[in-house]
């Protein structure tokens, strides 16, 4: 972490603001192997749901499952146990199609770690319910993967456009182009870009007032 920013706010003095305001990126461990597949779950779970109520739903979707967490005590509960936990009926059938896909090996989440990250998403994307936004979450999250840019993630937008762009959210596509120059540590730039959220709106130490970075 300390070479990734170093190197990155060498020359950005907008993102050695953030850094100077938030501290370093705390280092994450990757998920171990064998809880791969609830994060994915959970995943499936909480989207489209506040904190709260998925939390709650979540809950009951392990209480009546059980443990360990796993493809075959998914497929072995009836799909109309895990409806009454409070997942939708499309949940529940994303749910039973990442465990089936799971349990054939057509996922193959154990060997995950040694594909690279278009692997994993083209992986993924096949099952119902997880699209290349969640895909990308379980690279940064499960597997620490330092390149990742998420440039669909409305955080990750409203944060660069806060910082960098004076306001201004950049399209998923501009902002594609804007992370080039943060190749190999975009997950690392994501993440400050989250914290740029969470400031009070208007100007800070740093910002630039410039359409792209570094005149770039």
Do not use: N
């Not at 501009?174 to 080039?180: K, M, P, V």
């Amino acid at each position: 972490m300390s070479e990734a920013l170093a190197r990155l706010t060498a020359d950005d003095p907008v993102l050695a603001g953030l850094v100077g305001r938030h501290g370093a990126m705390p280092r994450r461990r990757a998920v171990p192997v064998a809880d791969r597949f609830e994060v994915l779950a959970r995943a499936i779970a909480h989207q489209q749901l506040s904190g709260r109520a998925a939390g709650t739903i979540w809950g009951r979707v392990l209480e009546r499952v059980g443990a360990p967490f796993t493809p075959a005590r998914v497929l072995s509960t009836p799909t109309d146990e895990l409806r009454r936990c409070g997942l939708s009926s499309g949940k529940v059938a994303s749910l039973v199609d990442l465990a089936r896909h799971e349990a054939d090996g057509a996922l193959g989440l154990a060997r995950m770690g040694r594909l690279d990250d278009d692997e994993v998403i083209e992986r993924l994307v096949r099952v119902r319910g997880i699209g290349p936004w969640t895909a990308q979450m379980f690279l940064m999250g499960a597997l620490d993967r330092p390149d990742v840019w998420p440039v669909t993630d409305l955080g990750v937008r409203v944060g660069f456009g806060r910082a960098w762009l004076a306001g201004d959210t950049p399209a998923p596509d501009r902002l594609a182009t804007l992370g080039e120059r943060y190749r190999p540590w975009r997950s690392v730039v994501a993440w400050y870009c989250w914290r740029a959220t969470e400031e009070p709106v208007g100007p800070t130490p740093g910002q630039r007032s410039t359409a792209t970075p570094s005149g770039k």
